[in-house]
């Protein structure tokens, strides 16, 4: 009798040991669970940032930003007419903005804009890599797309709205393929390079230059903008990228930008309020877009480290986050200068994303 008893006592005890091993399983699990859930989120809440992570008093300024842009944007031709007007007789872009063996001769005497007391006086075999003339003497263009390298483009799907345009000018050699087409385009007129690319990523040019020369193929026949006399090193550095094209006959047209004209742009600019020490390429290409194009747009254009419309953080440029080294630059100043000029309707800020497929 007594057997009979413990027989199913012990059973019992089996049962309930197997199931508590069951539950505990299921309770880990469940915590586990929970654990994945709770990390999931905080990775997604890393992608948008919330305010606080927003640099000191940034929100403020950018909600002023965005109450001022998103007014509607009216061209307003008489404003445009007038800056233009203002900035060809200051800068006198249409004839001077370029070195050419028209406006430069054969013992002429370049001061460098960089460096006043530091000259040049051309000798016939940097005559010869000038162009004749200007790449494009008295051309208006209809539209113009002016093309920086902000982290704003990414994801922008702006790629066919800028390519879209007549005239488009990029800003130091920028990377086109490898998926960013959909967001920057293809189609380059214009492109420049500053010398530290030269320097940092092609090592001066003193050595193997067929990776300079295959890196300009994306940008095809277009005109490469050289700052071959703002400092007296550039001179020797962009000589060599000159030869280098022509060594290996690629269809890129190198021009120089000439020093005069910067002279006189930083002093335009400077006149109406800009006190850094120079202007940075994307101010000096808008600029000379607003005296070749009836319509000027400028993508890529964003001076702070959070998106305007979501917050969410950027990359400095779109291909990379390598931080600016040069601190004579002031570009969020510059950009109050484009952000007046767009809200008086004399050129297009874009700082939102584009629908796909827009043109």
């Given amino acids: 009798m007594r057997g009979r008893l413990l027989k199913p006592l012990f059973s019992l005890g089996i049962a309930l040991f197997f199931l508590g091993i069951l539950l505990t399983a299921l309770v880990w699990y469940n915590g586990n669970k929970n654990n994945v859930e709770t990390r999931q989120l905080s990775l997604q809440k890393k992608r948008a940032p919330p305010p606080s992570e927003l640099c000191k008093g940034c929100r403020q300024v950018i909600d002023k930003v965005r109450e001022r842009y998103n007014k509607t944007w009216i061209k307003q031709v008489d404003n445009y007419l007038k800056f233009r007007s203002q900035l060809s007789r200051k800068c006198h872009g249409f004839d001077s903005a370029f070195i050419t063996q028209d406006n430069t001769p054969v013992g002429a005497k370049i001061v460098y804009d960089g460096e006043k007391k530091r000259t040049l006086q051309v000798t016939p075999e940097i005559f010869s890599t000038f162009p004749k003339e200007h790449p494009f003497p008295n051309k208006i263009w209809e539209t113009c797309s002016v093309v920086g390298n902000g982290g704003i483009l990414s994801n922008s799907s702006c790629g066919k709205m800028i390519d879209s345009a007549e005239f488009v000018m990029r800003c130091n050699l920028p990377p086109l393929d490898n998926g960013y087409e959909n967001d920057v385009g293809i189609k380059t007129d214009l492109v420049t390079a500053n010398p530290s690319i030269l320097i940092n990523k092609y090592g001066s040019l003193q050595q193997r230059r067929r990776p300079f020369v295959e890196s300009l193929r994306s940008y095809g026949n277009s005109l490469l903008l050289l700052p071959a006399f703002s400092y ?23 021009v120089f930008f000439n020093p005069e004209y910067l002279e006189s742009l930083g002093l335009f600019w400077r006149s109406r309020g800009l006190k850094a020490a120079r202007a940075s390429t994307g101010l000096m290409m808008a600029s000379l877009a607003l005296e070749h194009c009836t319509d000027v747009h400028l993508y890529g254009f964003w001076p702070f480290g959070n998106h305007p419309q979501g917050l969410h953080a950027l990359t400095n440029h779109y291909y990379d986050d390598v931080q600016p080294k040069n601190t004579v630059l002031a570009m969020p100043v510059e950009f109050e200068f484009l952000l007046q000029l767009h809200s008086q309707g004399v050129l297009r800020l874009h700082l939102e994303d584009c629908q796909p497929g827009e043109k």
């Fill in 232 to 254: 007296g090193v550039n001179t020797p550095l962009s000589l060599r990228a000159v030869y280098s094209i022509e060594d290996f006959k690629s269809p890129t047209r190198p």
